[in-house]
């Protein structure tokens, strides 16, 4: 399901932003992580982490879900990852969140960079999960990554219409696309309805239609960070599945490198874990987490 409660912050001409709280409130006396899910999924792909005591006792949990995604709308139709970076902080803004940790799952990975680009005295570290600091390059895919163009543009072009499409809901195709890239073969019968629902009911109409198609587009044209991240100055602790289809292993070894101004800048690879590593291998995320917060918090 999408997140239950909005806010609304003043870019792009006023977005409503869907997000939820591991708790009624911010606590002050706690660090704050700010979650951003992936592609096409919502703030429920925290699910494992929202659910640890260990966890929630420990930080504010604040999962944001992007433009084009879940509760989040804005008046515009067209919207970029730059702009979720900046709604984000934004949000964060809005419920008194000064400074924060930020995970990101693939796109949640390309958005949480920007957003310690955009804010440096406000991202306090970063833990990209399966994800990648390149557009999708041929120098990319030469190295293992995925071709979204070659796979998603039939979907993209399929999603345009002159005329309202009041009736339109996401078709099946995608709907399993979604859940079984992310959770890879060993995905539950109840994962995959659980998603299916969620798809079914965040793209419908006509507005669901501009939504998704418009989230496809900022993935199949969203621009690199390779001459930016150098820039980044917090600690980078980048988490990757070995059995990750979309961004594989030789990517991320090389990207992290790139980090060169952080003042700890890992790679871990988790053993058996997908892309959707928040999902898979949940362990080994909060692990990683609270060793980052007890650290630099």
Known sequence: MAATTTIKV????????????????????KPTVVLVNSMCTTSSLFNAQFDSKSLTNAVNLLAIEP???????????HFTYWDSALMSLQVMEALGVQKAFALGTSQGGWIVARMALL???????????????DYESAVSREKGCWDPKTQLVSFYEGWGSAEPTPDFVVDEIWRGLVASVGFGSAVTP???????????????????RKKLRIAVACLLERDGLLLRVRDIKCPVY??????DPVFRQTVPAEHIKLFTSSPEATLT???GGGHYLSATSPKEIEEALLKMVEKYA
């Open 10 to 29: 003043p870019h792009l001409g006023g977005i409503t932003a869907g997000y939820r709280l591991s708790g009624e409130a911010i606590d002050p006396s």
């Open 190 to 208: 109840e994962t995959l309805a659980f998603w299916n629902s969620t798809l079914k009911d965040v793209y419908k109409g006509d507005e669901g």
């Open 67 to 77: 433009l084009g995604h879940g509760s989040t709308s804005c008046p515009f139709e």
């Open 119 to 133: 804010a440096p005295e406000k991202i306090l570290g970063l833990l990209p999960l399966g994800t990648s600091m």
């Open 269 to 271: 690879f988790v053993e």
């Open 238 to 243: 980048w988490l990757q599945g070995s059995e």
